[in-house]
């Protein structure tokens, strides 16, 4: 009992010879005066912050668009948002309202008008294809976490040292600036995916960022004794902000760590039921889909006919989740020499990749573009050629699906692609000037007759003019009849669709 007492009170010492220390040499050495009069003066609105925030979301747009890297580069070197960002986590540490609340203003003016210009260029833009650059910021993952909150250490370090520049700008300006973009991109498109993905990656970024900046500034003395403005209520109310503001946070760090874990356990599971000597060749694991689908290539020297039920009723169990699984398995021999071992196993990744992983990915880019879920796309690997049903779109008509399908078509190529609209879309409005029949009209009601498999009923007019209609838009693809002549012409649907082209 003595000998744990000394023990406790050696560390007890030591830990206060470190903290001495710690106030003496690394706190005592900072300006702290200094260092909030150039966060007061750099964190607000001002015309330079404007200007920066406007050229930088148009470079990122552009960088994202077309894709490069390099001019997304050069839209992260202007780093705009890198002060109200370490503005507000250095209010954060100090509970000083007023710099928390001008900072958070130059933030979410920043941000909407990034939003805001980026929605009009897509608008305005010939290309508004998802590109490998947009697609990468759709969602939230352990490494843009990581990026934020090392990009927050270094931004408050160096503030606090008197070290500033534009490498730490550039290393904010990675987590936050492309995804605003992307949200812009997302609302002009009506893509849902894309913007609700980007969106919380930019606010899970956001406050990972500030709530970093908070903790490294108070490891170096950054406290409420510093805040002139400092009382009780703003405490609460600070308290109250943050918890709001943890919420995606929390959430995406619920599901990154669900994740990690997932693709342990998933590996585990399918390398524990084949025998010694098998090899995991190739996992693939989509989280977006319900159930969660698995892809795996295993290297066995026993085939198992019963292992994706067995693997399956297993992972369901671990982790209370629906799983769609399939491992491919390939026959080595136990004695077989490791070049044979080897050269099945890049035979088996290089199948995988060509087929299994070309077909997920192009289902998924087709997903984003359709505002759909990856798992409702009809892919068919050996004709090459996706489906899907597009999700309803405000506002929108044959016309802009269309234009969505041959938007995917330009950026799938080697894919045939077939975007049928959803139901409840009208026909267009048909029209005969001068005896003439409008022929984006029978284009447009052709196309969506063949893809929804619903025959069209052209009413109204006359005889001559309902007989012409209707054969112009069979020779275009799709199904028509004339149909009574009351009133003016115009197109109606005679058969509803079949249940699987609205599925």
């Known amino acids: 009992m003595e000998l744990t007492e000394n023990n406790d009170l050696v560390d007890e010492r030591g830990r206060s010879r470190m903290r001495r220390w710690w106030n003496m040499w690394v706190v005592g050495g900072v300006d702290h005066d200094a260092t ?9 609105w001002s015309g330079r912050y404007l200007f920066l ?10 960088g994202l668009l077309m894709p490069s890297v390099a001019v997304l580069i050069g839209a992260m070197l202007l780093s705009p948002l890198m002060m109200p960002i370490i503005g507000l986590g250095f209010g954060i540490a100090t509970f ?4 928390i609340r001008r900072a958070a203003l130059a933030l979410a003016l920043g941000s909407a008008i990034a939003i805001v210009l980026s929605v009009v ?7 508004q294809t998802i590109t490998s650059e947009i697609a990468g910021r759709t969602r939230p993952t352990l490494f843009d976490l990581l990026v934020a909150l090392l990009s927050a250490v270094a931004g408050a370090y160096a503030l606090i040292r008197g070290r500033g520049g534009a490498v730490v700008g550039v290393a904010i300006a990675i987590a936050l600036m492309p995804p605003l973009a992307v949200v812009g991109f997302g609302i002009a498109t009506w893509n849902w995916t894309v913007f609700s993905g980007s969106l919380l990656l930019f606010l899970t970024n956001a406050v990972t960022i500030a709530l970093t900046a908070a903790l490294v500034a108070r490891v170096y003395g950054f406290g409420s004794h510093l805040s002139p403005h400092h009382t009780g209520w703003q405490l609460v109310l600070f308290i109250g902000a943050l918890s709001i503001l943890s919420v995606p946070l929390v959430a995406a760090l619920k599901q990154i760590a669900f994740e990690a874990v997932a693709q342990r356990q998933v590996r585990d599971a399918v390398r524990g039921h084949f025998p010694d000597g098998s090899r995991l060749s190739q996992l693939e694991i989509d989280y977006t889909t319900d159930p969660i689908r698995v892809r795996a290539v295993m290297l066995t020297p026993r085939l198992d006919g019963r292992a994706d039920h067995a693997i399956t009723a297993a992972l369901a169990e671990r982790l209370a989740r629906k799983v769609d699984l399939h491992v491919d398995q390939l026959h080595i021999t136990p004695e077989g020499s490791s070049a044979e071992v080897e050269q099945i196993a890049r035979a088996a990744d290089q199948a995988g990749r060509g087929a299994a992983g070309s077909q997920q990915a192009a289902a998924a880019q087709l997903a984003l573009i359709a505002g759909i879920e990856p798992s409702a796309v009809r892919a068919d690997q050996t004709a090459r050629n996706l489906q899907a049903v597009a999700a309803p779109l405000p506002g929108l008509g044959l016309e802009g699906y269309r234009a969505l399908e041959q938007r995917s078509a330009r950026g799938l190529p080697g894919w045939t692609v077939q975007l049928a609209p959803p139901a409840n879309v009208e026909p267009p409005a048909m029209s005969i000037d001068q005896g003439v029949v409008d022929g984006l009209a029978l284009d447009l009601a052709g196309w ?3 893809r929804l498999g619903r025959r069209i009923a052209v009413l109204g007019g006359t005889a001559a003019q309902r007989e012409a209609v209707a054969a112009g838009i069979v020779t275009r693809g799709g199904q028509a009849e004339a149909g009574a002549a009351a009133g003016s012409l115009r197109l109606e649907w005679l058969v509803e669709p079949p249940v699987s082209a609205a599925e």
């Open 53 to 62: 925030i406007v050229i930088s979301a148009a470079l990122s747009l552009l």
């Open 121 to 127: 260029l897509v608008s305005i833009s010939p290309v």
């Open 448 to 450: 969506g007759s063949a």
């Open 36 to 44: 909030l009069r150039q966060i007061a003066e750099d964190s607000g």
């Open 96 to 99: 000083d309202f007023v710099e």
